[in-house]
């Protein structure tokens, strides 16, 4: 049992949380650009966060399926269909051997969510399903799915008990209190996500700078803060290319190669900064101005071409904070959520 692509959309592929521990071996670690959005969809249908799911770009794709199974679907707003009539979003549903799933142009965001009750059948690759399209290892074949490929489930799930009545929309809840990610409702796990995938104006990314800040001087690190910049049609998994104002750098862009970190802002010779994703490479020879912290690289990956982004300071205690906050809610969000398959 499993499901078959119809249609692949403009890039699917199979992500999990990434792997980790490989990056001196050339391995980026890969994994759901939108782990909030990942981990959500694996919470709605029973599994553990991380497991596999298909991450659909821009346009998603449409499935068939030859056997029972319950999904859900995160993310942005791809307008999914089955059969033709409006599907849930952040909820999970139950599908049937012959159902046909389609998932249109993104509304909103940019990488939508599909996960499976009980995970899909694919061999781990250094202890990741994650496919890494550079070195074409994980995931399906290595690759991103074409039509007529066929994923296959470890596990066959017909339903979740109490599914119908115990399913939970987060974007329901009543906001409470900001969060690195959204509001959330006093007392409770319900998270609201409209801000995420609605488009704000501008989007702010909170960096912690690192130990090469000093290499704009004073006039680029004015540029960098104080400027708007977008996001360039060229950015992919590897990181988010921005257009604007150059930051001015005080000895050109070039430096011994270090480590990549998620979220490094690197200002190559041309000053517009480039903020490194997943797939990034595993060094880099570019000044690093620093470094967005995780819990606004998810609202980055949704950020389509042409959105407005700017940057601000914070020291690191701060951010460590936020991550802190961040993952206890989603743990308590993976609680409420938590019901045993059948």
């Not at 296959?152 to 109490?162: K, Q």
């Not at 969060?179 to 959330?184: I, L, N, R, S």
């Not at 998810?298 to 389509?304: K, V």
């Not at 802190?324 to 938590?338: N, S």
Request: charged fraction near 20%.
């Amino acid at each position: 049992m499993g499901l078959t692509v119809i249609d692949p959309g403009i890039l699917t592929t199979v992500q999990d949380q990434g792997r980790s521990g490989y990056m001196d071996s050339g391995f980026s670690p890969s994994g759901a650009l939108d782990g909030f959005s990942s981990r959500l969809a694996n919470f709605l249908i029973g599994n553990s966060p991380g497991e596999a799911v298909l991450e659909m770009t821009l346009r998603g794709a449409s499935v068939v399926f030859d056997g029972p199974a319950v999904i859900a679907i995160t993310g942005a707003d791809m307008t999914p269909l089955l059969n033709g009539f409006p599907a849930a979003m952040n909820k999970a549903f139950a599908v049937i051997r012959g159902d046909i799933l389609h998932t249109g142009f993104a509304l909103a965001g940019v990488r939508s969510y599909l996960a499976v009750s009980g995970g899909f059948d694919i061999e781990p690759v250094l202890g990741s399903r994650s496919t890494n399209l550079r070195v074409r290892a994980g995931g399906f074949e290595g690759r991103k799915l074409e039509t007529k490929d066929h994923i296959p489930f470890r596990e066959i799930v017909r339903e979740l008990p109490g599914m119908e009545r115990r399913c939970f929309d987060p974007l329901a809840g009543k906001a409470g209190g900001d969060t690195a990610f959204g509001k959330v409702s006093a007392g409770t796990a319900a998270v609201s996500i409209r801000a995420a995938y609605a488009k704000d104006d501008p989007l702010v990314l909170r960096v912690v700078e690192g130990r090469y800040a000093g290499r704009l001087g004073e006039a680029g690190i004015h540029t960098f803060y104080h400027s708007l910049y977008t996001v360039g049609a060229e950015s992919d998994r590897m990181g988010v290319r921005l257009e604007g104002p150059a930051a001015a750098l005080l000895r050109g862009g070039d430096i011994v190669s270090s480590g990549a970190a998620a979220g490094s802002v690197q200002i190559p010779g041309s000053g517009k900064p480039i903020v490194l994703l997943n797939d990034r490479q595993t060094t880099g020879g570019y000044v690093t101005a620093g470094a967005v912290i995780t819990g606004d690289l998810w609202r980055l990956a949704q950020a389509p071409a042409g959105s407005a982004i700017r940057f601000e300071k914070i020291r690191a205690p701060a951010a460590e904070k936020i991550y802190v906050q961040t993952e206890r809610e989603i743990a308590r969000l993976g609680r409420r959520f938590a019901r045993r398959r059948v």
